[in-house]
């Protein structure tokens, strides 16, 4: 229809002043998420941030809000992005969607869950939004389940997780990007016009290059602890696409879901496809405030076993590669626990039979132990870890297998591979994955783990690792009209394995490892306990990484490992005090020979252990306010943790460049109670004289408006300062 262009300013002021039907308040302790659903039209989306009076809620019509519809659908009107598109049984490419109901309805842990049912106007296809909230939580987690209720199969063309308008403005993106060895690299943009696209297409692992969650600074250049930000993480485990098209109405439009490209799918007649949750939260407090609300969010509600203490831990990776026997891990596990530390991992090289699996190149799927290297197999170790006091854990890559191995010899038919193509292979020249899409694999990767837990309950912790990702587009299970589903199926797969794993075994803790950081997604994480952040443990590069992830993710779930000097991916020579204190602002654990440890190194380990211990609950249960950005340049980096009391407090210093007559900035803290006193004290103390505040106590008011000034080297002899510096201070209250 040609509307007359006398009509149009009547028809904008009919536009600016919408009729509301229905207000749908899906609202937290502190944020608002406002709907409007009146029977027949289209869902619509009225606000999104801080929590709204009622008051206010009553005038957003008058306000002016955002008013477009909470989840876009493709068709009608094309030009504009949408999160869901479907071809009908007919062919028909439109879809038109309608609010049927709403209802609320009490999920597991008292979350509530707030579902808007919708259909389409023409066909029988019912597209039901839900919002999940939970007790004391600034997290709404979103979500859609698409129903065919029509006579044959529909063919979801896209079907993203969730939408969310934002206002048009100085609206700045905050993204994690990188690859093996250098994950968790954090850029800052501000949007540009057009799309910005993040996505993933490993179909394995997904958070080696980019990551699936990002913030949305909305005053302007990103701040850590002020000003309005929306965070947004996709909880999936595998391809994913998370866009923002900036076009020309007075919206940023933010989309997130599972990357359908090359994934199609097609869902039969009475069949429901549910996308993926994806998180959204809100903070006035900065970016250190969204990362607040994910962390507390995902250790009760996400990540497994999160209110448990994680164990100080030895892994064999760095210290042997696969050089592993009896004896070497037996002087392992006797240093790891002269030094204090609660558990011993072997990593990789410890299994095959008919292959020995002695460099990277064979066995994976053969879990047997190689009795030439350990021949009282892992009874033995683990009586040995036993009389040393500590934990036993195990590296296992379930997902895999080699063209050289015996389950690939039975078991042809297993892998992911494309007919009349030669198959593609990966590490070593032979890795191959296994199709979880296939039920008998996942029986298969099931027994992998219940096999070694059900033969040795003692086996405290298990490395998951994944090495390659999907090679060719190709499932030798599913039917050549389904082949489209392979990525999504794969995981399907995937999680229906952990559940089981997960429901037999749920306390062994288990690593998700993916050639270092690829599985750092809370997709993951309800069956994982914490994830390797990156095969690169060199402490400098860490306080990147490590910041980057923290935005989203909690320090309890960041293993970060002391290891050898030099590194070896950087070949950089860092004293260990320093890679200590890196470490220790993380899951703490070591990677390293500790028979390649001089007495000194060991001692200092020794004490970091120690003093981690005191304070691992502020870690890993406490706030976390990043307040010195290394990416700003500045010569150093900083953070804390506090308790939810704030009661008790540890700081971090690192210096990250050393320059003579450089004049490195004084660190203001944050989170403390200005009003309590905090006593001072220096952990991982190298220095001969203690700090001229040791012992002595502050206030949280003077604390937080000047910090206290760090002294650019060590007190110690002086053939032993360096060019690095760092420091801990534990903040006690009275
Ligand atoms: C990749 C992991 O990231 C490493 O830590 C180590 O476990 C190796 N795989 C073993 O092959």
């Known amino acids: 229809m040609k509307i007359q262009a006398s009509l149009l300013p009547a028809l904008a002021l009919l536009m600016a002043q919408p009729v509301y039907g229905e207000v749908v308040d899906i609202s937290t302790p502190g944020t608002s998420l406002i709907l409007d659903a009146v029977k027949g039209q289209p869902l619509k989306i009225l606000y999104y941030g801080a929590k709204l009076s009622d008051a206010d809620k009553g005038m957003l019509d008058v306000a002016g809000g955002m008013n477009l519809n909470a989840y876009p659908v493709y068709g009608l009107n094309p030009q504009s992005e949408a999160a869901l598109s479907v071809t009908h049984t007919d062919g028909n490419r439109t879809t038109d969607v309608a609010v049927q109901d709403v209802k609320t309805s009490t999920d597991k842990d008292g979350a509530k869950v707030t579902t808007v049912y919708m259909t389409d106007t023409a066909y029988p296809l019912n597209v039901n939004l839900n919002y999940r909230t939970y007790p004391g939580q600034d997290v709404i987690e979103t979500w859609a389940e698409i129903e065919n209720g029509e006579k044959g199969t529909v063919t979801l063309n896209r079907f993203m997780s969730g939408y969310l308008p934002v206002r048009y403005g100085n609206v700045w993106l905050s993204s994690l990007y990188g690859t093996w060895a250098d994950e968790a690299n954090l850029t800052e943009e501000p949007l540009p016009h057009g799309v910005r696209m993040i996505k993933n297409k490993d179909g394995l692992r997904n958070s080696h290059t980019s990551h699936g969650e990002v913030m949305l600074s909305l005053d302007g250049k990103p701040r850590e602890n002020e000003g309005r930000v929306i965070g947004a993480a996709l909880c999936y485990p595998g391809n994913y696409k998370l866009f923002v098209d900036t076009d020309d109405s007075n919206y940023h439009h933010f989309f997130a879901g599972i990357n359908e490209e090359n994934s199609e799918y097609h869902l039969k007649k009475g069949e429901t496809f549910t996308t993926p949750e994806l998180a959204l939260t809100y903070s006035d407090e900065g970016l250190s405030g969204v990362s607040r609300n994910f962390h507390k969010w995902g250790r009760k509600y996400r990540l497994h076993d999160g209110d448990k203490e994680r164990k100080v831990l030895l892994n064999s990776w760095e210290g042997v590669y696969f050089g592993i026997n009896e004896e070497v891990m037996a002087g392992m596990m006797e240093d790891i626990a002269s030094m204090g530390g609660e558990l011993f991992v072997m990593d990789d090289g410890w299994f095959g039979d008919k292959y020995p699996r002695d460099v990277d190149n064979s066995s994976l799927g053969d879990w047997v132990v190689d009795t030439n290297k350990l021949p009282n197999g892992i009874n033995g170790l683990l009586e040995t870890a036993k009389k040393n006091g500590v934990k036993f854990g195990i590296w296992i ?256 210093w690192w210096k990250i460049e050393t320059f003579m007559g450089q004049q490195l900035p004084r660190i203001p803290m944050a989170g403390l109670d200005p009003d309590k006193t905090y006593t001072v004290t220096e952990l991982n103390r190298i220095d001969n004289e203690p700090l001229p505040y040791e012992g002595k106590s502050f206030t949280g008011r003077y604390l937080m408006d000047n910090g206290l000034e760090m002294p650019l080297t060590y007190k110690v002899d002086y053939n032993k300062n360096t060019d690095y510096a760092s420091r801990v201070l534990r903040l006690t209250a009275k």
């Not at 000097?565 to 993380?586: E, L, W, Y």
Request: glycine share 6%; hydrophobic share 35%; proline share 6%.
């Open 397 to 652: 890559e379930p997902e895999m297998t080699n063209t050289v191995s015996e389950l690939y010899e039975k078991h042809p038919e297993y892998i992911i591979k494309a007919p009349k193509r030669e198959v593609v292979k990966g590490r070593g020249g032979t890795q191959l994955v296994l199709d979880l899409a296939n039920p008998k694999v996942q029986d298969l990767v099931f027994e992998v783990v219940d096999t070694l837990m059900t033969k040795y309950p003692e086996i405290d912790y298990i490395k998951w690792d994944a090495n390659a990702p999907i090679m060719e587009h190709g499932s030798q299970y599913l039917t050549a009209d389904n082949q489209s589903h392979l990525y999504i199926d794969y995981h399907k797969g995937l999680i229906k394995t952990l559940d089981r794993i997960r429901a037999a075994h749920p306390n062994v803790t288990i690593q998700a490892c993916a050639s270092g950081g690829g599985r750092a997604n809370w997709g993951f994480l309800p069956w994982f306990d914490e994830f390797w952040l990156s095969d690169n443990n060199d402490a400098l590069q860490r306080v990147y990484m490590q910041w980057g992830t923290s935005y989203f993710f909690p320090a309890i779930a960041m293993a970060s490992h002391i290891s050898a000097s030099p590194n070896h991916q950087t070949f950089r020579r860092i004293p260990t005090k320093f890679r200590a204190d890196v470490a220790m602002s993380g899951r703490l654990g070591l990677e390293m020979q500790p028979r390649d440890m001089n007495d000194e190194d060991k001692a200092i380990c020794r004490q970091a252990i120690n003093d981690y211990k005191k304070i691992r609950p502020i870690v890993q249960f406490g706030d976390l306010y990043r307040l010195q950005s290394p990416y700003d340049k500045k010569g150093v980096a900083s953070l804390m943790y506090v308790t939810p009391e704030k009661d008790d407090a540890v700081f971090y």
